[in-house]
């Protein structure tokens, strides 16, 4: 795809700042450490997170030895810890016939909310393939806990080890389960403030969620992390040899894993064998994920799942954390002129930190970047989002 004027002048832009701003050490000329940049229309929104989440305006350090974003990519899940969480499973019903798992961190021991009714609850959406086990879903809980929150994880269909009662598994375009688990979760506790917070897929799910909902969503607010803005530019940046090694053969190995213990219920519609010959994500969302959601094309299904193409309709609150050397979501992809054309987004621009990595300190095992920024935003939003509730 042609890449657009807004943004090639914004990675000139980009330049400049980090070269400008706080700049410590390279790397073949890549600023490493730097502030990030904060791109808000809204005044407003700007000094609320100045006060209220001011991590968003510090310089951030990465892990000098892994400072890379492919290195943070690939290192984050084998360095990072694993807080220990009790999960409560729940299995709801769809229209269709299916079921969906809900992963509940109740938090009942919470001092600060003792009232279950009137708990703050953070809805959780994990990556393509990822689950309520993932180390960043559980840093996220663990944060919560610490400030005495409900969380509740959205596993996406037939991945958390519930059957398949139907050929459907999910997309980042179909925003209907989404729906269903935010009407379930608000009906369950209509009084307790309510926000969600999406990691890659499911930030690119909960943000096309926004765009079609507008204000007339439960929801106070939303945190994305590492969202892939523009899948075309997305899948065009993964299929690089060096990426397709990487990353795009193994994240399509683990979607065909995800499909085959399923694959007695999906062979009713779809020709399994030549899913399973899949060698990129592209092959597989053609011969699987377009089909299954009804799309004449590829191109099609890739256009709609774009949540670029849907941040100008975003009703309420939003940040967007993005690190500019993500080959997940290319730099160039970020729509920056778009969001500030909406007052309710606020984008966090690092210019290291991989995709769901901004790994940081000498040895990152505890908490990292986006960590802090989940953290000091959520609590932002649940004790003092008057402040940006009436902009």
């Known amino acids: 795809l042609q890449r657009s004027a807004e943004n090639t002048a914004f990675l000139s832009r980009e330049k400049r700042v980090l070269d400008a701003g706080g700049r410590r050490k390279t790397k073949g000329g890549c600023a490493i450490t730097a502030k990030p940049q904060l791109v808000a229309s809204n005044d407003r929104f700007c000094r609320f997170l100045e006060e209220y989440c001011p991590v968003v305006t510090e ?9 890379e974003g492919r290195v943070q990519t690939l290192l984050r899940p084998f360095i990072t810890s ?8 729940e299995l709801i019903k769809t229209a269709d016939g299916g079921q969906i798992s809900l992963d509940w961190f109740d938090n009942n021991d919470s001092s600060y909310y003792p009232d279950a009714s009137t708990r703050p609850t953070v809805l959780l959406l994990p990556g393509l393939t990822g689950t309520s086990k993932e180390s960043y879903i559980l840093h996220m809980i663990y944060q919560s806990e610490t400030l005495g929150y409900r969380c509740v994880v959205f596993n996406n269909r037939g991945i958390a080890g519930e059957e398949l009662l139907t050929p459907r598994t999910y997309c980042a375009a179909n925003t209907e389960d989404l729906e269903a688990v935010i009407h379930h979760v608000h009906s369950l ?6 926000m969600a917070a999406g990691v890659s897929m499911g930030g690119m799910l909960l943000l096309n969620y926004l765009g079609k909902t507008g204000r007339d969503t439960p929801l106070m607010a939303a945190a994305i992390f590492s969202a892939g803005w523009n899948v075309f530019e997305s899948v065009e940046s993964l299929e690089k040899p060096l990426n397709w090694l990487l ?21 009713k519609l779809f020709d399994m064998d030549l899913v399973m010959k899949a060698r990129t994500v592209r092959e597989f969302d053609k011969q699987f994920t377009s089909v299954m959601f009804g799309y004449r094309s590829i191109d099609d299904y890739y256009e709609d799942s774009s949540p670029c193409r849907k941040l100008k309709s975003v009703g309420i609150p939003v940040l967007c954390l993005n690190s500019v050397d993500d080959v997940f979501s290319p730099a160039h992809a970020i729509p920056v002129e778009t969001a500030k054309q909406n ?9 290291c930190g991989g995709h769901i990595g901004f790994l940081e300190g ?3 095992r505890k908490c990292t970047y986006m960590d802090r920024v989940f953290k000091q935003f959520v609590q932002a939003v649940f004790e003092h989002g008057n402040k940006i509730f009436s902009m």
């Open 247 to 267: 990353f795009n053969y193994y994240l399509t190995t683990c979607l065909q894993s995800s499909i085959s213990r399923h694959r007695q219920m999906l062979e």
């Open 59 to 67: 310089t951030y350090y990465p892990t000098i030895w892994c400072w």
């Open 82 to 89: 694993r807080p220990q969480v009790q999960y409560r499973n």
């Open 362 to 364: 000498i040895w990152p």
């Open 343 to 351: 007052a309710n987004v606020a984008l966090v621009l690092t210019s």
């Open 189 to 194: 506790h209509p009084s307790a403030p309510f």
